[in-house]
T-cell receptor, first 111, second 114 residues
Framework: SQQGEEDPQALSIQEGENATMNCSYKTSINNLQWYRQNSGRGLVHLILIRSNEREKHSGRLRVTLDTSKKSSSLLITASRAADTASYFCATDTGTASKLTFGTGTRLQVTL | DTGVSQDPRHKITKRGQNVTFRCDPISEHNRLYWYRQTLGQGPEFLTYFQNEAQLEKSRLLSDRFSAERPKGSFSTLEIQRTEQGDSAMYLC????????????FGPGTRLTVL
């Protein structure tokens, strides 16, 4: 079963704009991760944020985590056409535990 | 290439046939996971190995599914008597003992059952 949902389900923006996608989850977590998936391909790990962290940056990516609201957001700044993909959040409840994924946001970046 | 590899990348089979998929994790990773992803959904957990021990299995893993990791390196996932509902992308991931559980995924095996 899915842990939660990403919002929006689909997002279309122009190159150079920022893209923000949100993830909500249902249970207490240890870590939250974001992954990118190009159509029909495997998942690429983007960033991991631990439950005791509130914000994390990696290049053009900024992730926030609000454990009181059980939600996270992924911001991609200065988007590029190559960012076109589906983005998934995934949570775990321990260091060695399985990941539980959301339903994904499909991002389309147009020139 | 030192990433997770999966073989085959695509498999088309007829209903009732058995299929086997292979996953080679990143070499120093001791934990290996199998997930299944259907169209438009996020991946769902199937099973997990730490070294050669299978430590957790999902209720999705019916008795037609079996997974092994005999020497703690590569893993195989077998589906017996395939059904059309087994059509999906089967993803393998691995992670290191020392990590915070960053799981690195292979390219997946897409199974189509006719």
């Amino acid at each position: 079963s899915q842990q939660g949902e990403e919002d929006p389900q689909a997002l279309s923006i122009q190159e150079g704009e920022n893209a923000t996608m949100n993830c909500s989850y249902k249970t207490s977590i240890n870590n939250l991760q974001w992954y990118r998936q190009n159509s029909g391909r495997g998942l690429v790990h983007l960033i991991l944020i631990r439950s005791n962290e509130r914000e994390k940056h990696s290049g053009r990516l900024r992730v926030t985590l609000d454990t009181s609201k059980k939600s996270s957001s992924l911001l991609i700044t200065a988007s590029r056409a190559a960012d076109t993909a589906s983005y998934f959040c995934a949570t775990d409840t321990g260091t060695a535990s399985k990941l539980t994924f959301g339903t994904g946001t499909r991002l389309q970046v147009t020139l | 290439d030192t990433g997770v590899s999966q073989d085959p990348r695509h498999k088309i089979t007829k209903r009732g046939q058995n299929v086997t998929f292979r996953c080679d994790p990143i070499s120093e990773h001791n934990r290996l996971y199998w997930y299944r992803q259907t169209l438009g959904q996020g991946p769902e957990f199937l099973t997990y190995f730490q070294n050669e021990a299978q430590l957790e299995k999902s209720r999705l893993l019916s008795d037609r599914f079996s997974a092994e990791r005999p020497k703690g390196s590569f893993s195989t996932l077998e589906i017996q008597r395939t059904e059309q509902g087994d059509s999906a992308m089967y993803l393998c991931a691995s992670t290191a003992r020392s990590s915070y559980n960053e799981q690195f995924f292979g390219p997946g095996t897409r199974l189509t059952v006719l």
